[in-house]
């Protein structure tokens, strides 16, 4: 069974312009949750989608969003970035949506904004 | 607000030793708290999991404590090796959301 794919894995941007991150989840898993990962605040949850719903927010600016098609693929958005958006963002699958389900991740998506 | 902290940044280790690896977390209503490890240029892949209503759970060379009057939890690895060496990450959940708050990590270097 594929795990949890992320494209692109690499993205370079400058301040100011926006980006679309997208998160496969493994066949089957219908939760997913995104995380932004820095050296400096760690892991950090963002949101977590449920059946194209979103379930949970983190404590992040409006600037980031996201959303989830029928088929449990998830895009997160971030707008007017900023140069601390810099970080690898993670995406996570579970088969359900509780805080007791495991979770698969992905590689991540690692940013740069110059 | 709640937070998951690691006592120790950086923990080495001589191969065959066994790891203690510590995490305070001040949510007292946390119910399930588990254990990632992180691989240079990886995601974090699930260690072991414990729920509130244990205070001991068992894995292959892993074993977790949860200790619930202190607020503290740990990762035991025994006869650590160097495909061991990583980032470890506690995490923890409560209620019925799939919001997971991490620690800040510890790295385990396995010195041969």
């Known amino acids: 069974k594929a795990g949890v794919t992320q494209t692109p894995r690499y993205l370079i941007k400058t301040r100011g312009q926006q980006v679309t991150l997208s998160c496969s989840p493994i066949s089957g898993h219908r939760s997913v949750s995104w995380y932004q990962q820095t050296p400096g605040q760690g892991l950090q949850f963002l949101f977590e989608y449920f059946s194209e719903t979103q379930r949970n927010k983190g404590n992040f600016p409006g600037r980031f969003s996201g959303r989830q098609f029928s088929n449990s693929r998830s895009e997160m958005n971030v707008s007017t970035l900023e140069l601390g958006d810099s970080a690898l963002y993670l995406c996570?699958?579970?088969?359900?949506?509780?805080?007791?389900?495991?979770?698969?991740f992905g590689p991540g998506t690692r940013l740069t904004v110059l | 607000g709640e937070s998951v902290g690691l006592h120790l940044p950086t923990l080495s280790v001589q191969e065959g030793d066994n790891s203690i690896i510590n995490c305070a977390y001040s949510?007292?209503?946390?119910?399930?708290f588990i254990w990632y490890k992180q691989e240079s240029g990886k995601g974090p892949q699930f260690i072991i999991d414990i729920r509130s209503n244990m205070d001991k759970r068992q894995g292959q060379r892993v074993t977790v404590l949860l200790n619930k009057t202190v607020k503290h939890l740990s990762l035991q690895i025994a006869a650590t090796q160097p495909g061991d060496s990583a980032v470890y990450f506690c995490?923890?959940?409560?209620?019925?959301?799939?919001?997971?708050?991490f620690g800040t990590g510890t790295k385990l270097q396995v010195i041969p």
């Open positions: 995490a923890e959940t409560s209620g019925g959301y799939q919001k997971v708050t």
């Open positions: 949510n007292s209503a946390s119910d399930y």
């Open positions: 996570a699958s579970s088969q359900l949506a509780g805080g007791d389900n495991e979770q698969f």
